[in-house]
């Protein structure tokens, strides 16, 4: 389908940017990579009279650390994600999740900032955000916000999110060194969002769970995290038995939708599966 017209403005600056979305209210629309807007649009699920493209604005990109925290703009895309060396150096969960992200087309152009704020449960930045602790810079007219990932997704395509903010920038805590990661997708093909997927961060002392993080995507209205699982492990060995019990609980808060990927006891029984495989590697990452 073809959307409906719009008036098409491109701010090189934020005050630019969030002058017009005032200007303009429920009518505009924020454009970022468009691989989730322009669908929307063309299936007419989305009709902004005016859209408002974030791509000018250059105080929007690139990675940088800063007193342990890294920061990220939000309109950094997939592939310049995963080209960095710096995330590669001290946040290589990031890297290994971006690449999990659709296709090369989807990745040269999609951002970090789009993925997050479009609040797409089948999206996976929102689950690594989960377990990475991180937050998210909220500009408005009138000043600013830091909101944590943890509570920002409310549902499904829904955030804290207001009419009238940007979301210029994600700050990561630099992890711990030794810190175990992996992020485990099952999908159908190359493109696919997850059938079901899970976040992992780890810190082992000896042969103990230090601290864990699990989040998960694609099985409840927006990316959820595990905190019983969580909880269940810390403290203890990490042994079959003790990865067993974590998927259980990590099963009993799936409410997956049944659709094309698979019914709700396969997506939920391969959120288990995924949860198990995610804590298997992140052990063999894990240095103390
Ligand atoms: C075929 C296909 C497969 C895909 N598979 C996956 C997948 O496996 N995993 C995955 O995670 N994603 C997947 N995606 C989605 C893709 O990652 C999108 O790029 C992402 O969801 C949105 O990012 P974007 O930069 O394209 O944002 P846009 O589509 O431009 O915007 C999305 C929404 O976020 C808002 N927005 C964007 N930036 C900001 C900002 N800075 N502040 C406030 N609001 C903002 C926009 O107004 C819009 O409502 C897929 C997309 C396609 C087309």
Known sequence: MIPREF???????????????????????LLAGGHSLLPMMKMRFAEPAH???????????????EGGTLRIGA?????????????QDKCPLLIEGARLISDPQVRYKGTIGGDIAHGDPGNDH?????VLGASFVLKAATGERVV???GFFTGSYATLLKPGEIMTEIRIPVPAPGTGYCYAKLKRKVGDYATAAAAVTLRMKGETVQEVAIALTNVGASALKARKAEDSLRGKALNDAAMAEAARLVMAICEPTADQRGDVEYKTAMTGEMTQRALRTARTRATH
């Open 7 to 29: 008036e098409y403005h491109a701010p090189k600056t934020v005050p630019d940017a969030l002058g017009l979305l005032k200007q303009f209210g429920d009518e505009a629309k």
């Open 51 to 65: 859209l408002i493209d974030l791509g000018k604005i250059r105080e929007l990109k690139g990675i940088r650390e």
């Open 75 to 87: 309109m950094t895309t997939e592939n310049e994600l995963i080209w960095s060396k710096l995330l």
């Open 126 to 130: 929102p689950a690594l955000m989960l």
């Open 148 to 150: 944590p990932a943890d």
